[in-house]
């Protein structure tokens, strides 16, 4: 299985520029997580959905911010405009249901976001 | 307001020797409780997990150890050894939503050969 995959892998943009994030899940995991991980705050969870359908979105900072899942193997987080204060490593996971056993998340390798 | 703290953001070891990494919590509700390690360009991966129903679960190494009254687990690796080497991350579940993972700043370990 090739995990969780993000691209691109950094971007570096200008202040106002609209930048969008990609994700690609796990193949048959039903849950898709975006994080975002900053020195101060360590890793926070932005929002996530379950079957495609978005469940909570209360860690979404502001308006700027959005994300869509338009299918099960594909997820975006915009970011419109871009602000300094943005710039982080962001994280996209996946888990299943069929192992909720362990309730683990699998993280994708970050996309690491510049704003200048 | 953070409701998990890792209040030591580094922490350097000799290899061979005990690391120990700290976490508390605020959230009485949180009922399970995971470590994540991260290498640098890298996400994080899963390392151990305990529920509260337990005070101690152990996998090779690392043991990690939760104490409900005081609100703490840590986290335990012995011998340590240099791949070791990391930013270790503490999560934290609640019953009522196991999806939504409250985690930690970090702790960077680095253990010296």
């Known amino acids: 299985d090739a995990g969780v995959i993000q691209s691109p892998r950094h971007e570096v943009t200008e202040m106002g520029q609209e930048v969008t994030l990609r994700c690609k899940p796990i193949?048959?995991?039903?849950?898709l997580f975006w994080y975002r991980q900053t020195m101060m705050r360590g890793l926070e969870l932005l929002i996530y959905?379950?079957?495609?359908?978005?469940?909570?979105d209360s860690g979404m900072p502001e308006d700027r911010f959005s994300a869509k899942m338009p299918n099960a193997s594909f997820s975006t987080l915009k970011i419109q405009p871009s602000e300094p204060r943005d710039s982080a490593v962001y994280f996209c996971?996946?888990?299943?249901?069929?192992?909720?056993?362990?309730?683990?998340?699998?993280f994708g390798p970050g996309t690491r976001l510049t704003v200048t | 307001d953070q409701q998990v703290k890792q209040n030591s953001p580094s922490l350097s070891v000799q290899e061979g020797r005990i690391s120990i990494l700290n976490c508390d919590y605020t959230?009485?509700?949180?009922?399970?409780f995971l470590w994540y390690k991260k290498y640098p360009a890298e996400g994080p991966t899963f390392l151990i997990s305990?529920?509260?129903?337990?005070d101690k679960n152990e996998d090779g190494r690392f043991t990690v150890f939760l104490n409900k009254s005081a609100k703490h687990l840590s986290l335990h690796i012995v011998p340590s050894q240099p791949g070791d080497s990391a930013v270790y991350f503490c999560?934290?579940?609640?019953?009522?939503?196991?999806?939504?993972?409250?985690f930690g700043s970090g702790t960077k370990l680095n253990v010296k050969p």
């Open positions: 959230n009485s509700m949180f009922d399970y």
């Open positions: 996971a996946s888990s299943s249901t069929q192992t909720r056993g362990s309730y683990e998340q699998y």
């Open positions: 193949s048959g995991h039903d849950y």
């Open positions: 305990i529920s509260s129903i337990k």
């Open positions: 999560a934290a579940i609640s019953r009522y939503n196991f999806n939504k993972f409250y």
């Open positions: 959905f379950n079957n495609n359908v978005p469940i909570d």
